[in-house]
């Protein structure tokens, strides 16, 4: 941790600091080891700090070109320290340009390389922070960051698969949502005032409607904005708020369809992350608790941890620690136990992560042809409502004649 502190020397003169401690009982120990008195002191949150920087931030794309550029030039034979100064000349984005800064810092005060992307965890998961920690203690830093630039680069191609699948249902829904309260309120008043005009009375059906719309329209300046903001309430507590994510989790779960893809995607986050731990030298059983933070799966997470707890821990090998756990599919289980014997456990779950990859990006397209067609039908059966509601009054009407 980083403190700042105002402490006063022995002749009374008043100075001011940073120090790095373990916590304020070290920090105070260090500055009484200096004959300081301290007057105040505070923990620092670091230069880079987790902020914004005229809105930018550490993207995904930003942590690939990192990891990649400094891969290249450890493999070229350019030092760490001076890896980090020619990222930081070239470097524009201040938010960026800060942390590297930050992590200079901390190598010329003899700190290791993680360190720093341990300070803010909210950028950098505990994958990324160990991977780099394995790298830096077996000397295979290069290869780990080339690795991770590879591993970064397939989750972002992911990400935007599942995105660009799911942006036609949402623009389909918004629209067809607006064109209906814009009929509803706008054009269905308009022509109900007609009806009643003429003295005619519609059907009860029709009524209803333009009830519906006269309401909405008497009160659209109030309505339109309570749309608006449930909206917004709405996407606020399923992004931003842990009840929301978890409320989200829940459904997907139990969705049919939509749980199977949220579970192909979980396992090829595990089989990708395990591989990669493995690869990087962690040890299993720091590797299988790593993973089941990372996986995004109550059911996988905790199947995970009790193959490390109450599996390896107690001398089962890593296929019978599996085979204990139904949660898996019996390919995986199957795989691990084999590749386990041979010796290339790492290989295979890189395998399976491939697998699971082309899964998640099928199950995607399966998932989109399954919602499209119910929202076309809940569009079409809102839509002939309204339909309805004005063309019976009309041939009633012309009947009538």
Known sequence: MKFRYTAAQLDGKIIEGELDAQGTADALQFLAGKGLRPISLEQQKGKFGGKKFFGETVTVADKVFLTRYLSLMLKSGTDLFSAINILINDFDKAALKALLVEIRTNLEKGNPFYSTFANYPRYFSPVFINLIK?????????????????????????????????????????????????????????????????????????????????????????????????????????????????????????????????????????????????????????????????????????????????????????????????????????????????????????TLSTFYRSEVDSSIKILVAFIEPILLLAIGVMIGTIALAVIVPIYQLVGTV
Not at 164 to 170: E, H, Q, S
């Open 134 to 350: 394995a790298g830096e203690a077996s000397g295979s830093l290069s290869e780990v960051l080339d690795d991770l630039s590879v591993s970064l680069d397939q989750q972002q191609e992911l990400r935007n698969k599942v995105r660009a699948a799911l942006i036609y249902p949402v623009i389909l829904l918004v629209l067809s949502f607006l064109m209906l309260l814009f009929l509803v309120t706008f054009a269905i008043p308009k022509i109900a005032n007609v009806f009643l005009g003429s003295g005619f009375t519609p059907p009860i059906f029709s009524r209803i409607v333009f009830a519906v719309a006269f309401f909405l329209n008497a009160y659209a300046v109030i309505i339109f904005p309570l749309i608006a903001g449930g909206a917004f309430g709405i996407w606020y507590f399923i992004a931003r708020t842990n009840a929301g994510k978890d409320a989200l989790y829940f459904v997907g779960t139990h969705a049919p369809v939509v749980n199977k893809v949220m579970d192909k995607l979980a396992l090829q986050r595990m089989t990708s992350t395990l591989s990669e731990l493995l690869k990087a030298g962690l040890p299993i059983i720091d590797s299988l608790e790593i993973t089941a933070d990372a996986v995004g799966s109550e059911k996988f997470r905790l199947s995970l941890q009790n193959i490390s707890r109450e599996g390896i821990s107690k001398g089962l090998t890593l296929g019978e620690a599996f085979r204990k756990e139904a949660a898996f599919p019996q390919v995986v289980t199957n795989l691990i136990a084999i590749s386990e014997k041979a010796g290339h456990t790492e290989e295979i779950l890189k």
